[in-house]
């Protein structure tokens, strides 16, 4: 089982959806979870931290569920520039974990 | 935020020749890069931790003879693609975290293409 699980996408949906991302992690070390947003050909860059008691970002809504070892990403309203590829990233200690990222897809 | 700045952002090399990577912190002292490797449509997969000033630790399959990472500073590290072969084509990005911090901060990513 991989370390890092995320939704394999893609997801392609018009402007104004509401879009979710699902992840899962094995670790129950885990200590720190973030969004992390990559443009094709581009360094990831982070989009939120996600912490225990849920946070909102503007259209971006993250949550963690530290029993189940869920993390999601919620957008709504999507724009045109939303599209990216997501990528769930669990921290322990100094390793960072990546997820295969899921790839999203806004249509006009 | 942190700034990481990797150069080059692009390169292509012949077959058998070596290339490098400098990653430096800006604005911080970086006691610790990650390197990574990304193939097209794939996650980033780590590939070796290079802490300052003693040996890097490389991930299961990564050979370390073919790249050879130096971190002789603070502020620079580098990774050497030795004898490249076209299979080594890739994105190649580094990162680091800022001290007592929990916040990864990437290189700009080099596209390695070797013909």
């Known amino acids: 089982r991989k370390e890092v699980e995320q939704d394999p996408g893609p997801f392609n949906v018009p402007e104004g959806a509401t879009v979710a991302f699902n992840c899962t992690y094995s670790?129950?070390?885990?200590?720190?979870f973030f969004w992390y947003r990559q443009d094709c050909r581009k360094e990831p860059k982070l989009l939120m931290s996600?912490?225990?008691s849920g946070n909102e970002d503007g259209r971006f809504t993250a949550q963690l569920n530290r029993a189940s070892q869920y993390i999601s990403l919620l957008i709504r309203d999507s724009k045109l520039s939303d599209s990216a590829t997501y990528l769930c990233?669990?921290?322990?200690?100094?390793?960072?974990?990546f997820g295969p990222g899921t790839r999203l897809s806004v249509l006009p | 935020g942190a700034v990481v700045s990797q150069h080059p952002s692009r390169v292509i090399c012949k077959s058998g020749t070596s290339v490098k990577i400098e990653c430096r912190s800006l604005?911080?002292?970086?006691?610790?890069m990650f390197w990574y490797r990304q193939f097209p449509k794939q996650s980033l997969m780590l590939m070796a931790t290079s802490n300052e000033g003693s040996k890097a630790t490389y991930e299961q399959g990564v050979e370390k003879d073919k790249f050879l990472i130096n971190h002789a500073s603070l502020t620079l590290s580098t990774l050497t693609v030795t004898s490249a072969h076209p299979e080594d084509s890739s994105f190649y990005i580094c990162s680091s975290i800022v001290p007592q911090g929990t916040e990864a901060f990437f290189g700009q990513g080099t596209r390695l293409t070797v013909v």
């Open positions: 996600v912490y225990s």
């Open positions: 990233v669990v921290n322990y200690g100094q390793n960072f974990v």
């Open positions: 604005d911080f002292q970086a006691t610790t």
């Open positions: 670790n129950s070390a885990s200590q720190s």
